[in-house]
């Protein structure tokens, strides 16, 4: 596929974004919800993403929307604020033509311009030949974890992987003070 355009997510992409995330929930085991949450929720969860700063992408090639990926809060707790978990989701029809990987591209140089030190992907059914597992493998996530059976869908007991990807060099210096995870701590005290 060419043309495809990376560029920030809008209020206005929720329909295909809802669209295609339903598609994930009652077809893969990416995501371990068994039912597709509803336009207004994902509505909620995107609002909540974008108050907080932070980067939440679409693929897009001829005015359709084939993709998507953001970064959120890792874990509430104020010691995490400069980790981020991914997510990314490719519509059906578009899978296999590289745009998980521009996606996650973007999502990197979004997180890194933003500070963030560690990206985490919690993918689930992490077998070792899952489109997600290699994909952040291509990009030089590294595995750092596994819980064994512990999501149960379609009929099948799954794996849970983490990977993780060091960014503006991990934890080998200090935080940034000016990095948008600090700047939000700061407005919080």
């Not at 995501?31 to 108050?51: I, W």
């Not at 995490?80 to 990987?101: C, N, Q, T, W």
Request: neutral net charge; hydrophobic residues 40%.
């Amino acid at each position: 596929m060419s043309s495809i355009t990376i560029r920030a997510a809008t209020s206005a992409d929720l329909d295909r974004i809802t669209d295609i995330y339903a598609d994930a929930v009652t077809h893969g085991t990416a995501s371990y919800e068994l039912e597709p949450p509803d336009r207004a929720e994902m509505g909620q969860r995107f609002d909540s993403l974008m108050a907080g700063g932070f980067p939440y992408l679409v693929a897009e090639k001829d005015g359709i929307v084939l993709g998507y990926a953001y970064a959120g809060a890792f874990r509430p707790r104020p010691a995490y604020r400069f980790v981020v978990e991914d997510s990314v989701y490719v519509a059906p029809e578009a899978k296999g033509h590289g745009i998980g990987l521009k996606l996650m591209q973007g999502l990197i140089e979004a997180a890194k311009a933003a500070g963030f030190r560690q990206i985490i992907a919690v993918i689930g059914d992490g077998r070792p030949d899952s489109a997600s597992v290699r994909l952040h493998e291509k990009l030089g996530f590294r595995h750092s974890g596994r819980l064994e059976g512990s999501g149960y869908k379609h009929g099948r007991w799954l794996d849970t992987v983490f990977m993780q990807l060091p960014i503006n060099d991990g934890a080998l210096v200090p935080p940034d003070p000016n990095s948008l995870p600090e700047r939000r701590f700061r407005q919080q005290q």
